[in-house]
């Protein structure tokens, strides 16, 4: 089966633009969780979404946000972009539960902002 | 809160011998441990995880772990390297109650020589 699909993999912005980043979760998954990987700070959590509802959320300002639709399928925005949120940014799928289930991740879409 | 700290952020070996890779955890409630890795431009793969049945866990790829609640440790090993073992590695901890949210180590980069 497919796994977790991030669209687009690349993307060049400038400071100040806003973006919008896609990820389509493996079929039957409803929980979708995104994370920033950066050199500096590691891996860092954003937010969960699970049955269209932010679960969890991480440490972040406003100016990042996210939503999930009916089908699953999540999309994670960042308006007023800065030089320092250039990073990979990485969704991953999960079936519900409790804790302890596999995260399966996506490739990643790769942000750079000019 | 949980957090993990991986000891050492590069370790070398040569081909062939052990692999150990150093990951403790803090958590005030029993936790999730997982072990991922991740290759050059890719996303994260999870090699093994522990969710409090046995407490020494196979993985993928030969690679097993042992949790010690005593030690607060969940260390990665693999009796014999090989090149292909070259990528970098994070362990996680999540928690009952925080949903799939994963929280992460530093990483380890582990490099293999022949």
């Known amino acids: 089966k497919a796994g977790v699909t991030q669209t687009p993999r690349y993307l060049i912005k400038t400071r100040g633009q806003q973006v919008t980043l896609s990820c389509s979760p493996i079929?039957?998954?409803?929980?979708v969780s995104w994370y920033q990987q950066t050199p500096g700070q590691g891996l860092q959590f954003l937010f969960e979404y699970f049955s269209e509802t932010q679960r969890n959320k991480g440490n972040f300002p406003g100016r990042f946000s996210g939503r999930q639709f009916s089908n699953s399928r999540s999309e994670m925005n960042v308006s007023t972009l800065e030089l320092g949120d250039s990073a990979l940014y990485l969704c991953?799928?999960?079936?519900?539960?409790?804790?302890?289930?596999?995260?399966?991740f996506g490739q990643g879409t790769r942000l750079t902002v000019v | 809160a949980q957090s993990v700290t991986q000891l050492g952020s590069h370790v070398s070996v040569s081909e062939g011998a052990l692999v150990l890779l150093r990951c403790n955890y803090s958590s005030s409630v029993p936790p999730y441990l997982f072990w991922y890795v991740q290759y050059p431009n890719q996303g994260l793969q999870l090699l093994l995880k522990?969710?409090?049945?046995?407490?020494l866990v196979k993985g993928i790829n030969g690679f097993e772990a042992e949790f010690k609640k005593s030690e607060t440790s969940f260390h990665l090993t693999k009796p014999s390297a090989h090149m292909s073992d070259a990528a970098e590695y994070f362990c996680a901890v999540s928690v009952t109650g925080g949903g799939n949210k994963l929280t992460f180590g530093t990483g380890t980069q582990l490099k293999v020589e022949l």
């Open positions: 079929s039957g998954h409803r929980s």
């Open positions: 522990y969710t409090s049945a046995a407490t």
């Open positions: 991953a799928s999960s079936l519900e539960g409790p804790a302890g289930a596999e995260a399966f």
